[in-house]
C-alpha cells in the first residue's frame, strides 16, 4: 500500500478538484482521505453515505458548577484569556476563549471548577459513489489539535487500506505548512504539490517545498492555470527542475473547474476531453513513479 498526499502552498490552487479526480480514477483501489479538517470539502464531490459517525475529543475546557460556586469572582480576576464571564449572579467559561490551562480549577477556593474534555469535532467513515471509502472529518469552529484529528483521519485510512489490501491511499492535505499539513506528510510515500502562476503561489511552493525536503519524500508537481502567467509559469518549471520535482502537468485555466464543483462532480466528470487526458496521464505518472519506488 503506498500513500499519495495531495498538498499546496496556498488555498484556492484546485488541490481538492485534482485530490478527488485522482480518487475518481482509482476507484475500489483506494482508501480516500481528507485530511483538511479545518475547510473539510471532499465529501461536495463525493455524495459520502456518513455510515461511521463518531464525536472527536481532545483539549479540555473547564466548567463552573453554580450550584457550588460561591461568586467570588476569582477566576473572572485571574483568567488571562478572558474566558470567563458573569451575569452579576452566575458565571460560565466561554467555549471559544477558554485554552484549557486548568488554572482557575487550581485557584477556585470552594472547588466549584472543573476541567472536562472538550468535544473539537466530528469523525466520519463514508462509503461514496466512486466505489471507494471516505476517511474524513470536521473541525469545530475554534477549536484546536487540527493536527491531531489529522493524524486520527490518516492512521484509520491506512488501517482500512491494509485490512482491504488496497494499493492506495489518496490524502487530500491542508494548504499552508502548518500542523495539519506536517500531520499529513508523516509517513507519506509520495507528495503532490499543486501550484499556481502567481506571485504567492510561487513563494508559497517555495515554502511548502522547504517543508517537504524535511521529510524525504518523493516530491512531484502541477501547475494549474499555468497559462495566467507564462512568465511565472517559467519561474516556476525552473524552480522544480533545480530541486529535481517531478513536473507532472500544466492544466490550463478553464470555467470546468467551477462548473464541476458547482454540479458536485469532479472536473473528470464534466467532458472536457482535453482535461480529462492531462489529468489521467498525471494519474498514470504517479503510479508509475510510486511502483518504481
Avoid at 98 to 107: A, L, N, V
Avoid at 159 to 170: D, G, M, T
Avoid at 212 to 217: G, M, S, T
Wanted: proline letters at 2%; aromatic letters at 6%; a negative charge.
Amino acid at each position: 500500500m503506498k500513500e499519495i498526499v495531495v498538498i499546496s502552498g496556498k488555498g484556492g490552487t484546485g488541490k481538492t478538484s485534482l485530490s478527488a479526480s485522482f480518487a475518481f480514477l482509482s476507484g475500489s483501489e483506494a482508501i480516500i482521505a481528507d485530511c483538511d479538517v479545518d475547510a473539510a470539502d471532499m465529501h461536495l464531490l463525493m455524495s459520502p453515505d456518513f455510515a461511521h459517525n463518531e464525536d472527536f475529543y481532545s483539549g479540555q475546557m473547564a466548567s463552573i458548577d453554580n450550584e457550588v460556586c460561591t461568586s467570588c469572582g476569582l477566576c473572572l480576576e485571574k483568567c488571562r484569556f478572558d474566558a470567563i464571564e458573569t451575569d452579576g449572579e452566575r458565571y460560565q467559561v466561554k467555549e471559544l476563549d477558554c485554552e484549557g490551562c486548568g488554572y482557575c480549577e487550581r485557584i477556585c477556593p470552594v472547588g466549584a471548577i472543573s476541567m472536562k474534555e472538550q468535544k473539537a469535532g466530528q469523525f466520519y467513515i463514508s462509503g461514496t459513489r466512486m466505489k471507494n471509502t471516505l476517511v474524513h472529518a470536521r473541525l469545530r469552529a475554534g477549536a484546536e489539535n487540527s493536527g491531531k484529528l489529522v493524524a486520527k483521519v490518516k492512521k484509520e485510512a491506512k488501517r482500512l487500506a491494509e485490512q482491504e489490501n488496497k494499493k492506495y491511499v489518496i490524502a487530500d492535505g491542508s494548504p499552508g505548512i502548518g500542523c495539519p499539513v506536517i500531520s499529513s506528510l508523516s509517513g507519506a510515500d509520495y507528495v503532490v504539490i499543486v501550484t499556481e502562476p502567481t506571485v504567492s503561489g510561487l513563494h508559497d511552493l517555495k515554502r511548502v517545498y522547504e517543508l517537504v525536503k524535511k521529510f524525504d519524500i518523493k516530491t512531484s508537481c502541477i501547475i494549474n492555470k499555468h497559462d495566467l502567467n507564462p512568465e511565472i509559469t517559467n519561474r516556476i518549471m525552473d524552480f522544480i527542475d533545480s530541486e529535481s520535482v517531478v513536473h507532472l502537468c500544466n492544466i490550463p485555466y478553464s470555467n470546468t473547474f467551477t462548473d464541476a464543483i458547482t454540479r458536485g462532480i469532479t472536473v473528470l466528470e464534466n467532458g472536457d476531453t482535453e482535461m480529462i487526458k492531462v489529468i489521467k496521464n498525471a494519474w498514470e505518472t504517479i503510479k508509475k513513479s510510486i511502483n518504481d519506488k
